[in-house]
T-cell receptor
Framework: EPEVTQTPSHQVTQMGQEVILRCVPI?????FYWYRQILGQKVEFLVS????????KSEIFDDQFSVERPDGSNFTLKIRSTKLEDSAMYFC???????????FGEGSWLTVV | GENVEQHPSTLSVQEGDSAVIKCTYS??????FPWYKQELGKGPQLIID?????GEKKDQRIAVTLNKTAKHFSLHITETQPEDSAVYFC???????????FGKGTSLLVTP
């Protein structure tokens, strides 16, 4: 079964450093998402991306965050200057089109120290 | 914005018993309600979803009911098995393509 793949599975970074989390969505999917889950808390929406632009974003997704689909297969989340509170599991997700199921990857666990 | 409340936060049942998890939502524009199962260290996996034009949907041992008037929906798992043990999240959105607003999750433990 096709799946959303994410790398790295775990990254430890120093506060203030830039981090890029990578995702390969399912190949024929057109809508892409990033969500995050702080340990023990609920999954929170960050951003959605369609047709090479952001279609929706939450309050969490401030100027420190950016997304990109540089080569038609990868979908990346960049955090410019990480803070301690950015420590969380980051999930990439994708779907084929309107009205279809959103599929999640297994997550990238980010620890900011 | 949408606020999704989920209860209980933990649920322990004996194998073979039923489990019920309930969610309420605040935004009357929400019309898509998926349920996700999350096993330890893994991403959420969709197990069932319902749209607002139906009141109930069933898939083998799993069923979801929706009461749009009362703005609540529930997940029912019958004949529970130990492998059903996981964290279950409900979610709501105005459309299946829009951002999902998740509940806080229910940790289900099925004991043999």
């Amino acid at each position: 079964e096709p799946e959303v793949t994410q790398t790295p599975s775990h990254q430890v970074t120093q506060m203030g450093q830039e981090v890029i989390l990578r995702c390969v969505p399912i190949s024929n999917h057109l809508y892409f998402y990033w969500y995050r889950q702080i340990l023990g808390q609920k999954v929170e929406f960050l951003v959605s991306f369609y047709n090479n632009e952001i279609s929706e974003k939450s309050e969490i997704f401030d100027d420190q965050f950016s997304v990109e689909r540089p080569d038609g297969s990868n979908f990346t989340l960049k955090i410019r200057s990480t803070k301690l509170e950015d420590s969380a599991m980051y999930f990439c997700a994708s779907r084929v089109g309107s009205g279809n199921t959103i599929y999640f990857g297994e997550g990238s666990w980010l620890t900011v120290v | 914005g949408e606020n999704v409340e989920q209860h209980p936060s933990t649920l322990s049942v004996q194998e073979g018993d039923s489990a019920v998890i309930k969610c309420t939502y605040s935004d009357s524009a929400s019309n898509y309600f998926p349920w996700y199962k999350q096993e330890l260290g893994k991403g959420p996996q969709l197990i069932i979803d319902i749209r607002s034009n139906v009141g109930e949907k069933k898939d083998q041992r799993i069923a979801v009911t929706l009461n749009k008037t009362a703005k609540h929906f529930s997940l029912h798992i019958t004949e529970t098995q130990p492998e059903d043990s996981a964290v279950y999240f409900c979610a709501a959105s105005p459309n299946s393509g829009y951002a999902l607003n998740f509940g806080k999750g229910t940790s289900l433990l099925v004991t043999p």
